[in-house]
């Protein structure tokens, strides 16, 4: 009956709960690239509450091992943003996992620094592909200036093209 009203009354799921919840059953995974956070439940419906009060991850049915055992549902997320918006919601109130959580928001910033220095320099490389095509030179030329493939100075240009709905052979 409780978790009804949950649903019901959003006010109710906080950090601090969500924090509890996964001192509890929540588990923060080392992937090979970063860190993705767990939770398991066989309680689907505050799984969906936690997702819906934190905007990410997502909720995945788990395959029954043995007939006789509950449905269940995990929580997951996996993306470098995601994972470090909740564990930073969750950080002050964590007790258990507080210091691996702490060491995974380190990394996780880590990886969003080097991240969003590649976005950048293949921003800047998208913008000056456009800059030369304007200009009249071919994909080789503009591969030459930049130091990169002609095939990606191609898609660098035909992508941001394609996002903005323009159709250039």
């Not at 993705?36 to 066989?42: E, N």
């Not at 689907?44 to 043995?66: C, F, S």
């Not at 995601?82 to 996780?108: D, S």
């Amino acid at each position: 009956y409780f978790w009804r009203n949950l649903a019901i009354f959003g006010e109710i799921m906080t950090w601090q709960y969500i924090a509890g919840f996964f001192d509890g059953e929540g588990s923060i995974v080392t992937k090979r690239d970063g860190y993705a956070l767990m939770i398991s439940q066989t309680n689907e419906e505050v799984l969906n509450n936690i997702k819906n009060y934190t905007g990410v991850g997502n909720v995945y049915p788990i395959t029954k091992r043995k007939e006789h055992w509950k449905d269940a549902w995990v929580y997951c997320v996996t993306d470098y943003h995601g994972t470090a918006k909740v564990l930073k919601g969750m950080l002050p109130h964590l007790v258990v996992k507080k210091k691996l959580a702490q060491k995974a928001i380190v990394q996780v910033n880590i990886l969003l620094r080097e991240r969003n220095k590649i976005l950048q320099k293949h921003r800047f490389r998208q913008n000056e592909a456009i800059k030369l095509r304007k200009k009249g030179l071919t994909f080789r030329a503009i591969g030459k200036i930049l130091s990169i493939d002609f095939g990606y100075a191609r898609r660098l240009i035909l992508d941001i093209r394609k996002q903005n709905g323009i159709w250039c052979p």
